[in-house]
């Protein structure tokens, strides 16, 4: 009967470890600036964008080469959940890797959680990046304000 009772504690830990889909830092990312600006979906609704960049963003804009994970969604139905994003879920978002301004390439795989979305302060959370090449980039981030690109609806 002990047995018993330890196995079912062995499999509640399993399964509770299994359920936590978040992706796990691996370290600092390698950008030195993260903002976080509402914008606009495709259908001009609520979203919200994630830029990772070497270069601080002026004006608004983020130079180039930068990360973008954009959801499509508001803040309020975002903060909190895992999202992850794909060629294949392109209703959720997107995420992209851009070496200029008119070239972006759609990574093959973005995943986002947002732990703070308040405007307030900066954004916190993590996410994790799978590039063509097979590249994964996973970690933390502290993402400074832009001010919003568009007025949406």
Not at 77 to 95: E, H, L, N, S, W
Not at 120 to 141: I, K, M, N, S, W
């Amino acid at each position: 009967m002990r047995h018993m009772s330890m196995i079912a504690v062995l499999l509640a830990v399993a399964s509770t470890a299994c359920a936590n889909d978040d992706p796990a830092p691996a370290g600092p990312l390698p950008y030195g600036h993260a903002y976080v600006q509402r914008v606009c979906a495709p259908w001009d609704g609520p979203a919200v964008a994630l830029y990772l960049a070497d270069h601080p963003a002026e004006a608004a804009i983020v130079p180039p080469p930068v990360a973008v994970v954009t959801l499509y969604q508001s803040a309020a139905r975002i903060v909190g959940r895992r999202i992850r994003v794909t060629p294949d879920t392109d209703q959720d978002g997107v995420a992209l890797w851009c070496l200029a301004e008119t070239h972006c390439d759609m990574l093959p795989e973005g995943a986002i959680r947002f732990e703070r979305l308040d405007e307030e302060q900066p954004a916190q959370g993590t996410v994790e990046l799978r590039h063509a090449d097979g590249r994964v980039e996973a970690g933390r981030f502290e993402a400074e304000w832009l001010a919003p690109a568009d007025l949406c609806g």
